[in-house]
């Protein structure tokens, strides 16, 4: 199956630093990512959805400003924590779909291994 | 809410015994899928199930899906200790929309 290869896998930063996390298809193009949060032991929460070459789109709730996402390539989007605070521990997954088979509803969804972030 | 919900939250099984989890959602969708999640890792898709299909197959799984009830229900047969993880339904529009998950231990 297609891989989507997620980095890094562990980060602990400190608080007021900001904390980039990539997320990259790897034998496949996709125009839409999809970042998630998840606490321990809960669900996925969808946080934005990443689109190529345009702003994301981001979930009721979701600061924009704290959680920057960038969509630079087919291949590659990226969540940038900024300003981190121990609140926004958590563990992070990004999932794509693949644009050769319309990368839509109705697809399976490729996921990262996930970034678990701890702020101190 | 969009999201599903899921029963029950965890279940404790004994490895051969077959594992059942269901999901519930309230509104209308075109698609349903399940993933598993092993602990502190991501996700891997299981199946698929459209609207109009009504049961789904692959290997040790079973799904099932009911748009009257706005249910579906994942089967695992003849369970195994490797079969220990969080398995979640997804409600599929443009975007994944994730249950609120079955934690299953297989005990050997």
């Known amino acids: 199956g297609a891989v989507v290869s997620q980095h890094p896998s562990r980060v602990i930063c400190k608080s007021g630093t900001s904390v980039k996390i990539e997320c990259r298809s ?39 400003d704290k959680f920057l996402i960038n969509h630079a390539s087919l291949t590659l ?20 779909r693949d644009s050769r088979t319309g990368g839509a509803v109705g697809t399976e969804a490729f996921f990262g291994q996930g970034t678990r972030l701890t702020v101190v | 809410s969009q999201q599903g919900e899921e029963d029950p939250q965890a279940l404790s099984i004994q490895e051969g015994e077959n ?16 993933y598993r999640q092993n602990s502190g890792r991501g ?26 009830k706005k249910s579906s229900s994942l089967l695992i047969t003849a369970s195994r200790a490797a079969d220990t993880a969080s398995y979640f339904c997804a409600l599929d529009f443009q975007k994944l929309v994730f249950g609120t998950g079955t934690r299953l231990l297989v005990s050997p």
């Open chain 1, 26 to 64: 790897l034998d496949f193009q996709a125009t839409t990512m999809f970042w998630y949060r998840q606490f321990p032991k809960q669900s996925l929460m969808l946080m934005a959805t990443s689109n190529e070459g345009s702003k994301a789109t981001y979930e009721q709730g979701v600061e924009k």
């Open chain 1, 77 to 96: 989007s990226t969540l940038t924590v900024t300003s981190a605070h121990p609140e926004d521990s958590s563990f992070y997954i990004c999932s794509a």
């Open chain 2, 19 to 34: 594992a059942t989890m269901n999901c519930s959602y309230k509104t209308s969708i075109n698609n349903l899928q399940w």
């Open chain 2, 43 to 68: 996700l891997v898709h299981l199946i698929l199930i459209r609207s109009n299909e009504r049961e789904k197959h692959s290997g040790r799984l079973r799904v099932t899906l009911d748009t009257s």
